[in-house]
T-cell receptor, first 111, second 114 residues
Framework: KQEVTQIPAALSVPEGENLVLNCSFT??????LQWFRQDPGKGLTSLLL?????REQTSGRLNASLDKSSGRSTLYIAASQPGDSATYLC??????????FGTGTSLTVIP | EAGVVQSPRYKIIEKKQPVAFWCNPI?????LYWYLQNLGQGPELLIR????????DSQLPKDRFSAERLKGVDSTLKIQPAELGDSAVYLC????????????FGPGTRLTVT
């Protein structure tokens, strides 16, 4: 069974700082990897989707990389803002369109 | 465009009582998912529907959980009887079809069993 791990579990940074969130998975036979954001009491919002053949995706201040062979992905957030405070989840998809989620990183950006 | 709608948003019940959650997916989305999210954990799939058919229910505890998706649109997830360990957030998501990896999530129903 696919196991997805996220480190750190929680992160607190001052506003303006660049930061990196990490995601690792045990089975490299994935179709894609997604990064989601979850705000308290709300559902998940997809941030970036990386296909297995891609190395990275960018959206605004977010950049996600994928190293499928080593089973790792990173989410880079540039110039962090208080509005970035949320829980960030990564999820990988294997055959059958099954999502495997990590446990998430809770990010707090301090004004 | 309306997103995935779930109700109720919060539910508090006593153990051994039944409870039901409702989900209305995005219009035109054929695939519907129910996830369970425990505190501090990522969502785990309970069941996936393709139209009216449950194509993956291997993680659904069938002794107490049941689900249906009549007419291939709205879906209901039921727990009977509820146990203390069922306290969690129940998320519904939908996607255009099974080939689409973009899932749209509802806000979830937070269940507390006392």
């Amino acid at each position: 069974k696919q196991e997805v791990t996220q480190i750190p579990a929680a992160l607190s940074v001052p506003e303006g700082e660049n930061l990196v969130l990490n995601c690792s998975f045990t089975d490299s036979a994935i179709y894609n990897l997604q990064w989601f954001r979850q705000d308290p009491g709300k559902g998940l919002t997809s941030l970036l989707l990386i296909q297995s053949s891609q190395r990275e995706q960018t959206s605004g201040r977010l950049n996600a990389s994928l190293d499928k062979s080593s089973g790792r992905s990173t989410l880079y957030i540039a110039a962090s803002q208080p509005g970035d405070s949320a829980t960030y989840l990564c999820a990988v998809t294997n055959t059958g369109n099954q999502f495997y989620f990590g446990t998430g990183t809770s990010l707090t950006v301090i004004p | 465009e309306a997103g995935v709608v779930q109700s109720p948003r919060y539910k508090i019940i006593e153990k051994k009582q039944p409870v039901a959650f409702w989900c209305n997916p995005i219009s035109g989305h054929n695939t519907l998912y129910w996830y369970l999210q425990n505190l501090g954990q990522g969502p785990e799939l309970l069941i996936r529907y393709e139209n009216e058919e449950a194509v993956d229910d291997s993680q659904l505890p069938k002794d107490r959980f049941s689900a249906e998706r009549l007419k291939g649109v709205d879906s209901t997830l039921k727990i009977q009887p509820a146990e203390l360990g069922d306290s969690a957030v129940y998320l519904c998501a939908s996607s255009l079809d099974s080939l689409s990896y973009e899932q749209y999530f509802g806000p979830g129903t937070r269940l507390t069993v006392t």
